[in-house]
């Protein structure tokens, strides 16, 4: 009920194409859904998210589109550079008042973007 | 841009040794967090913090697990007896008042049990 699914798990990508990863989840009662990037020996950093509210948010190059009745959610990125090669993590929450907000992490996609 | 600070960022300790993570989340921030991460796996989320006391764990975190906020800026983790299985990289993470707001990660650290 908690997992989030991630897929692929790893993707090449050539320059300038579009970089396109998946995510499924079960509960119902997630309310947001951010997206992680992660360069080797740091700390995942916020890329974009988005609430169920809305199908689509663009930032930049990025764009998460969201389908609550599939529940499914994905992140595409445009004109894919080398340096956007880094894992990505999408990820699910449910805010507690009291509680904060507990991540619940897909597995990961492994991006490669040659130059 | 405000930072989530963690110390060391690497530890080697011997089994059954007691270690201590060290973090410093971002200084308005009101809940904490900490996440750790076995090589090649996805992050876990282990524990959150509110209000000077825990407010949500997950299975991972047993009794070998405690954290502390010992001051106004500090936030520990502390693993009493280390398993070879807990090595792993730790993150710590904070946010505000809106608890989606700013919430933002350490760069971690890489705890390995010999």
């Known amino acids: 009920q908690q997992q989030v699914k991630q897929s692929p798990q790893s993707l090449i990508v050539q320059k300038g194409g579009i970089s396109i990863i998946n995510c499924a989840y079960e509960n119902t009662a997630f309310d947001y859904f951010p997206w992680y990037q992660q360069f080797p020996g740091k700390g995942p950093a916020l890329l974009i998210a988005i609430r169920p509210d809305v199908s689509e948010k663009k930032e930049g190059r990025f764009t998460i589109s969201f389908n609550k009745s599939a529940k499914q959610f994905s992140l595409h990125i445009m004109d894919s550079q080398p340096g956007d090669s880094a894992t990505y993590f999408c990820a699910a929450s449910m805010e507690g008042e009291t509680s904060g907000s507990r991540l619940t992490f897909g597995e990961g996609t492994q991006l490669t973007v040659n130059p | ?114």
Not at chain 2, 38 to 67: A, C, H, P, T
Not at chain 2, 100 to 107: A, L, N, Q, R, V
């Open chain 2, 1 to 114: 841009e405000p930072e989530v600070t963690q110390t060391p960022s690497h530890q080697v300790t011997q089994m059954g040794q007691e270690v201590i993570l060290r973090c410093v989340p971002i200084s308005n921030h009101l809940y904490f967090y900490w996440y750790r991460q076995i090589l090649g796996q996805k992050v876990e989320f282990l524990v959150s913090f509110y209000n000077n006391e825990i407010s949500e764990k997950s299975e991972i975190f047993d009794d070998q697990f405690s954290v502390e906020r010992p001051d106004g800026s500090n936030f520990t983790l502390k693993i009493r007896s280390t398993k070879l299985e807990d090595s792993a990289m730790y993150f710590c993470a904070s946010s505000d008042w809106d608890s989606y707001y700013g919430y933002t990660f350490g760069s971690g650290t890489r705890l390995t049990v010999v």
